[in-house]
């Protein structure tokens, strides 16, 4: 399914304002996970209070035991202190890659701002190898611009 088709369901999800906000992050990681056919695991990472680590908040794919994640470690931590995107297209050539799942072949990370601050991420893996593209990126970059809105 083409990513820009997916941008008023994500629209509608977020804008469901009964339900709570997790809620509403697990529904557009399902969403995302169930329309495109790359996206195997979809989830939100957010700076965990004060330290300089990140907590899993709402997820789509299989369970992963890496729930907290220090800056610096994996490709997330890494972009919590880079606050650039970050796309992998061979995760096995990456040294600093933190392996969820033996299957997974390339990731996409892409950080989360409020207000100019970085304070958490969307993370995808996928089983293919080098599926992601700009527009991935440019896609991800305005989910991450509407779960903001609910978030601020």
């Not at 557009?28 to 209070?49: H, I, P, Q, T």
């Not at 880079?82 to 096995?92: K, Y």
């Not at 299957?103 to 293919?128: C, H, M, R, W, Y």
Request: charged fraction near 20%; include cysteine.
């Amino acid at each position: 399914m083409a990513l820009e088709t997916l941008k008023p369901q994500v629209s509608k999800i977020l804008e469901s304002s009964a339900l709570s906000v997790e809620h509403r992050l697990e529904e557009v990681c399902s969403l995302l996970k169930d329309n495109v056919a790359y996206y195997d695991w979809v989830g939100f990472y957010f700076k965990n209070g004060d330290k300089n680590e990140l907590k899993l908040s709402s997820y789509a794919g299989a369970p992963t035991d890496h729930t907290i994640i220090p800056f610096g470690k994996g490709i997330c931590g890494q972009v919590a202190v880079s606050n650039q995107n970050f796309v992998v297209p061979d995760v096995a050539a990456q040294d600093n890659y933190i392996a969820c799942s033996i299957t997974v072949k390339a990731e996409i990370v892409v950080p989360l701002f409020i207000n100019g601050e970085n304070i958490g991420q969307i993370d995808i893996d996928s089983n293919t190898p080098d599926p992601f593209t700009e527009a991935d990126e440019r896609f991800l970059e305005w989910v991450n611009e509407q779960v903001a809105q609910i978030l601020d």
